[in-house]
């Protein structure tokens, strides 16, 4: 599968915890997009990275979120001290360019904070 | 502020006829728009997308409409077939811009194509 692929699939957390999203992006692609849909809504850009490199994070929160993508392996993105407001799907996407170029998104990690 | 909208949570046609979903959007600054599909429990894929210099874009049974004076776009579907029904995203982006990257969508309609 040459797909964006996301995991886990499905995260569940308690409140205070860490929680940690991966992604990989499709062969070739090298810029990465995090995306969050809270329930009956649109997908809400959070942030907006290349290998080693933050682009834009002008759609996380200040506190408790941060992203990364090292020069190997998936990028991540991590949730400290996780509230009930974050239980949210998170969506990864990539390009081949960040010009134009339709973003292709993974299936989502679902978390849940109990 | 809901930038772009879509504003028929829901649609239902008859298998074979066409199916048109409507977008508006507020931002005078987008210039390059996609729809995208989502079926339950996986991510959007996209279908097709029209940049503001052109008016009309076809792939096959989809086509996107854009009215830039009245801000608004639309996807035909045309003929429906059962395996349409999902839920349906635009998204726009200010591809002129440095952030063309940023994609903002709507909240979806879903639509079911009944047989």
């Known amino acids: 599968n040459a797909g964006v692929m996301q995991n886990p699939r499905h995260l569940v957390r308690r409140r205070g915890q860490e929680a940690r999203l991966r992604c990989s992006p499709m062969k070739g692609h090298s810029h990465v997009y995090w995306y969050r849909q809270l329930p009956e809504e649109g997908l809400k850009f959070m942030v907006y990275?290349?290998?080693?490199?933050?682009?834009?994070e002008s759609g996380m929160p200040k506190e408790r979120f941060s992203a990364e993508f090292p020069k190997e392996g998936p990028s991540i993105l991590r949730i400290q001290q996780v509230v009930r407001g974050d239980s949210a799907a998170y969506f990864c996407?990539?390009?081949?360019?960040?010009?134009?170029?339709?973003?292709?998104f993974g299936d989502g990690t679902r978390l849940s904070i109990l | 502020d809901q930038q772009v909208k879509q504003n028929s949570p829901s649609l239902s046609v008859q298998e074979g006829r066409i199916s048109i979903l409507n977008c508006d959007y507020t931002n005078s600054m987008f210039d390059y728009f996609l729809w995208y599909k989502k079926y339950p429990a996986e991510g959007p894929t996209f279908l097709i997308s029209i940049s503001s210099i052109k008016d009309k874009n076809e792939d096959g049974r989809f086509t996107v409409f854009l009215n830039k004076s009245a801000k608004h776009l639309s996807l035909h579907i045309v003929p429906s077939q059962p395996g349409d029904s999902a839920v349906y995203f635009c998204a726009a982006s200010v591809a002129s811009g440095g952030s063309n990257y940023k994609l903002t969508f709507g909240k979806g309609t879903l639509l079911t194509v009944n047989p």
């Open positions: 990275l290349q290998k080693e490199n933050i682009i834009d």
């Open positions: 996407a990539s390009s081949v360019t960040g010009d134009n170029q339709p973003q292709h």
